[in-house]
């Protein structure tokens, strides 16, 4: 694919292959970028390239555990041989709220590296192996996947708050750093994704889905595509006066945020019908 705002440049997605960074991979690709897409799930980084690749997309395929300095290394080098050494656009995709504990109090060391690995670490990891292409070149842009919790207070995830809080400074402060080499830091807040990490489903728990208009000003979860589209904006030459910023995408949540604790005391909701 040749046409499309980001033609020709090749874009690094990590967790590509489902939910956003699915979206976000799929969505690069058809703006002409040459994706180069890491993941842990081989079937399904495979399944996402074959459909890249049959609606005329550029996709390379690296299988492997982006908390490992190993995938870390090959993925550097992966990237660096799709067009001589040259990256445009970096995507840090990766993070989840596992493992969880039911509070703070219950929770341990091992959960806590374990959420760092997964949330903050690699990101310092893959930035670090693959900003000095774009130093190199003079251009570059970087988009991280930080999430709403970074910005309010959420229940039984202090942990899991605090690293994507560091997420988003990274992103302030880096872009700061690499402005002089044109190269461009933002970040994406998410909520309410309806991925197979988080499926409808489990989030609505046999609600109705007619309360969504209760909780959520836009009245509908999101699409790993909403998420996609914002991605490629911060990765496109529209937003070259754009740095610094984490943007929540998230259909009005964080505007109307509140977490209320049950009238039942068994925990808490972000449902107002449910206090």
Not at 140 to 149: D, F, L, Q, R, Y
Request: a negative charge; glycine letters at 10%.
């Amino acid at each position: 694919m040749t046409t499309g705002r980001l033609a020709g440049q090749v874009a690094v997605v990590t967790g590509g292959a489902l939910g956003i960074g699915g979206g976000i991979s799929r969505r690069l690709a058809h703006a002409g970028a040459r994706v180069v897409l890491v993941d842990l799930d081989a079937a399904a980084a495979d399944a996402t390239a074959a459909e890249i690749a049959a609606a005329g997309g550029d996709v390379t395929v690296l299988v492997g555990d982006i908390r490992q300095p190993a995938t870390v290394a090959a993925l550097a080098d992966a990237a660096s041989a799709v067009a001589d050494g040259r990256i445009d656009v970096l995507v840090n995709n990766v993070g989840d709220f596992r493992p969880a504990s039911r509070d703070f109090l219950h929770s341990t060391e091992d959960q806590w590296q374990a959420l760092y690995e997964v949330n903050l670490l690699h990101v310092f990891r893959v930035t670090h192996a693959l900003l000095p292409a774009m130093v190199r070149q003079g251009s570059g842009a970087i988009i991280n996947n930080s999430t709403v919790e970074a910005f309010r207070g959420i229940p039984a995830s202090a942990p899991y708050s605090a690293f994507n809080a560091g997420v988003s400074a990274f992103t302030k402060s880096l872009a700061v750093e690499v402005g002089q080499h044109g190269v461009r830091v933002n970040a994406i807040a998410p909520d309410l994704a309806d991925t197979p990490q988080t499926p409808a489903e489990l989030m609505l728990r046999g609600r109705d889905p007619e309360l969504l208009r209760t909780w959520l000003p836009l009245g509908r979860f999101g699409r790993p595509d909403d998420y996609a589209a914002v991605v490629e904006f911060l990765a496109s030459d529209d937003a070259r006066f754009v740095t610094g910023h984490t943007i929540p995408v998230d259909g009005g949540t964080l505007a109307a945020s509140g977490w209320y604790a049950r009238a039942d005391r068994k925990g808490w909701s972000n449902m107002p019908n449910e206090a």
